[in-house]
């Protein structure tokens, strides 16, 4: 069975902020002014849109979803073509929100 988990958060720069977690994926998007969607898979390269940069590449190097203990590691890699722009490592440890209770 393919369980999947939405968190909803607001980021420090006060955009939203959708997680999709899947057992071997997990889909970011931010909605900024432009909308920013990131797919992170395990050793995998995937294209997204940076407003201001463009066209970037992200390798995810390590990517670890625990649903049972509700946490999700990844490091992360930005590129721009051959340039390397940063080293990413985004843990997100979340729980269950009261019934009855709205968020976001």
């Known amino acids: 069975m393919n369980l ?3 968190l909803k958060y607001e980021n420090a720069a006060n955009e939203k902020v959708l997680l999709k977690i899947d057992e071997d994926e997990v889909i ?3 909605f900024a002014k432009r909308p ?3 797919h992170f898979q395990p050793e995998g390269t995937t294209l997204t849109e940076y407003e201001g940069l463009g066209e970037l590449s992200l390798f995810t190097n390590t990517l670890s979803i625990d649903q049972e203990r509700k946490i999700i590691k990844i ?3 930005l590129s721009q ?10 843990r ?5 929100e009261a ?3 709205k968020n976001g």
């Open 36 to 38: 920013i969607k990131m």
């Open 92 to 96: 997100i440890d979340w729980t269950e």
């Open 4 to 6: 999947q988990t939405l």
């Open 99 to 101: 019934k009855g209770r």
């Open 75 to 77: 490091n992360y890699q």
């Open 81 to 90: 073509g051959a340039q390397k722009i940063a080293d990413y490592h985004l």
């Open 28 to 30: 970011m998007t931010r």
